[in-house]
């Protein structure tokens, strides 16, 4: 039986992939939720076929957008242990399902405010704080320590071609915050009068790298030329696994359109237009990545990553002693 998805769930997929649901933490979020439903709303009475089900409306979440490893973080948090033993029952199996992603969207929005509890204390009084994009994670930050009556100033990069900093803005102007958008191209003009520089990540590498909105790296090259701290603020669920065994962070590149308009194309068929979502920033660049779990310097991911994940090879040749 091919048991069709329910229209919930591919509302969710749709909207992750339209960026409708955006940031990594909101998709993490989304697709847990897209979990929780898909579990209650299924209508079979096999056991088995639940599981082979689950792992299908797994393998569509996560195909949605490439980049931010906490979509797979969470969609395995949520269905890996339907291959333990002893889960044998539809029930069990069901249960299991929506107490996971119950269990990670409460722990995602903790850990957010533990990252604002923690990030607000590098934010003094009087500070000029430039952001890119849109993170949950970076913001929240922001919001609390202008609610402890910090006067702060933030500048929030546009995110050409999404427009995202809008999203920054609006968000900080609700709370009472002092916003100035910039072009991502002012960054390095404006640098002189930035105190530090909170962004968010969308995948935290093993060897301490940040892979974020494109633009991210070049904010920190700038901020590094006048020796200005610059931060990132992220949940350890976009700490990435399977970068401690080699694999690539992939980038996603998205569609030419969102750069040029489909009549320049039209008018120029040999035109390409090259439209990559994230790009990579360098540890030596972080002054330090602010967790749920503190303040770790970008060298202690492998660590952290250990610590949730255990390590895969570590623990097998351990095991084999
Ligand atoms: C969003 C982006 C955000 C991170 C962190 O990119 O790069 O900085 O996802 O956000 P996009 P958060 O708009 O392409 O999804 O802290 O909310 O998880």
Request: aromatic share 6%; glycine share 6%.
């Amino acid at each position: 039986v091919v048991r069709a998805f329910p229209p919930e769930v591919l509302e969710i997929a749709r909207k992750i992939r339209d960026m409708e649901i955006r940031g990594a933490g909101r998709i993490a979020k989304a697709a847990a939720e897209a979990l929780r439903i898909a579990a209650l709303k299924y209508e079979g009475e096999s056991c088995e076929e639940f599981k082979e089900y689950m792992l299908k409306v797994a393998e569509l979440l996560v195909s949605t957008r490439p980049t931010a490893v906490s979509l797979p973080n969470a969609v395995n948090y949520v269905v890996s242990q339907l291959k333990k033993p002893g889960i044998d029952s539809l029930e069990k199996a069901r249960s299991l399902v929506v107490s996971r992603a119950s269990r990670f969207i409460e722990y995602a929005d903790q850990a957010l405010s533990k990252i604002s509890e923690f990030g607000e204390k590098v934010i003094r009084d009087g500070d000029t704080i430039l952001t890119h994009c849109n993170s949950a994670a970076a913001t929240g930050i922001l919001v609390l320590a202008h609610k402890k009556g910090k006067d702060i100033t933030v500048y929030a990069t546009e995110t050409r071609p999404k427009f995202q900093g809008y999203i920054t803005a609006e968000s900080l102007l609700r709370e009472g915050v002092r916003v100035r958008i910039i072009p991502e191209s002012a960054v390095r003009s404006i640098m002189k009068r930035i105190d530090k520089v909170v962004v968010g990540a969308d995948t935290v590498a093993a060897n301490g790298a940040v892979v974020n909105k494109v633009g991210t790296s070049l904010i920190a090259l700038a901020a590094r030329e006048r020796g200005i701290d610059f931060f990132v603020a992220t949940e350890t669920f976009k700490f990435s696994p399977f970068t401690l065994i080699g694999d690539i962070v992939p980038i996603e590149f998205r569609a030419e359109t969102e750069i040029v308009d489909e009549e320049m194309l039209a008018r120029h068929p040999k035109l390409r237009v090259l439209n990559p979502a994230f790009d990579v920033t360098p540890p030596d660049f972080i002054t330090g990545i602010i967790t749920e779990i503190g303040i770790i310097p970008p060298q202690a991911a492998s660590i952290v990553i250990e610590e949730m994940y255990g390590h895969p090879v570590m623990h097998e040749s351990l095991k084999a002693v």
